[in-house]
Every structure is written in structure tokens, then in C-alpha cells.
């Protein structure tokens, strides 16, 4: 995985619980200690650690992982809040940049627009990792209300609410 790109398959639910866990251990964990403890699995926490800290939730130092005043913050929301706190911080996040001013200029975007997206930003070489990435950007949008999912026509919309605006 490379540094500067987003793990979009890291869910966002392993990003929350990973912001639950620390905060149940008082914000602050050392790392080896955090993987023994949390029984995540080894191959995902990193990843989840990459995407908590390019969110600005967590930082990591000399094998320590803290919680920032931002993911203190998040975690001691609300799952309505957290949502949409999320989703105001992934919008500043490639690919979601990009697709969150696409989305707002059209208002629907077929999934072609949206693969079109993740090849841009080095998501994917074949048609298997670039859908399996789609899959997992989706999984994203609808978690952070980004984005509505139409499954019968295959496209993303504003959600209601922005639609509006």
C-alpha cells in the first residue's frame, strides 16, 4: 500500500472500533501491546492505523498510538455525528475529493464516473482490484452519508439532504 493513498478497505467500522479501543485505554497505547490486546487482526491494523491517521484521529510515535483531540472528539460523538464528522473529513481525502466535487457538479454519478475516479488516484490495475475498490469506497460514502446508492440503476447520488441545498 502505498503511504499517501487512503486505505479504502479498511472499514470504516474497524477505524471506529480502533478509536473505542484506545480511548478504553485512556487514549494513549503502546503498540505492541495494542495488537496483542485488541486481537485485531495483525495484517488489517496497520492499515486501519494509515486511515485513522490521515483522518487526523490518531498519531503515532516511538511504537506509541495517542488519540488526537479530534478522534477524542469523534469517539465521544454520536453515531449520527461521527457520521457526518467522518464524512466532512473525507471530503478532503483523495479519492473522495475528487468525487464529492463531481458528485456535487452532477448531482449522480454512474459507477464508470466513479471507477473512472479510483483509476485516477493508482486504485486498482484489473477489473477485479478496481471493483473490489468500488465496493469499498460505497462501503465509505453510505457510512459517512456522502453519497445514496441506487443498486437497480447502479449510481451514486447526493444524499436528500444535500440535495436540497
Not at 13 to 27: F, I
Not at 84 to 100: W, Y
Request: proline letters at 4%; one cysteine or more.
Amino acid at each position: 500500500m502505498e503511504s499517501d493513498k487512503f486505505p479504502l478497505c479498511v472499514s470504516p467500522d474497524h477505524v471506529m472500533g480502533l478509536l473505542g479501543y484506545l480511548s478504553g485505554l485512556g487514549g494513549v497505547a503502546d503498540a505492541d501491546a495494542f495488537n496483542k490486546a485488541s486481537g485485531v487482526d495483525l495484517d488489517l491494523l496497520p492499515h486501519a492505523l494509515v486511515a485513522a491517521e490521515m483522518l487526523g484521529l490518531v498519531t503515532s510515535d516511538s511504537g506509541y498510538i495517542m488519540l488526537t483531540k479530534l478522534g477524542k472528539r469523534l469517539g465521544d460523538e454520536s453515531a449520527r455525528h461521527a457520521r457526518r464528522a467522518l464524512g466532512e473529513m473525507l471530503a478532503g481525502i483523495e479519492p473522495f475529493k475528487s468525487l464529492v466535487r463531481l458528485l456535487k457538479e452532477r448531482r449522480v454519478l454512474r459507477r464508470d464516473d466513479v471507477i473512472g475516479i479510483l483509476r485516477d488516484n493508482r486504485y486498482g490495475e484489473g477489473e477485479e482490484e478496481v471493483a473490489r475498490g468500488f465496493r469499498c469506497l460505497l462501503s465509505w460514502l453510505l457510512y459517512a452519508h456522502l453519497a445514496e446508492y441506487d443498486p437497480d440503476e447502479d449510481v451514486i447520488r447526493l444524499p436528500r439532504e444535500r440535495r436540497a441545498k
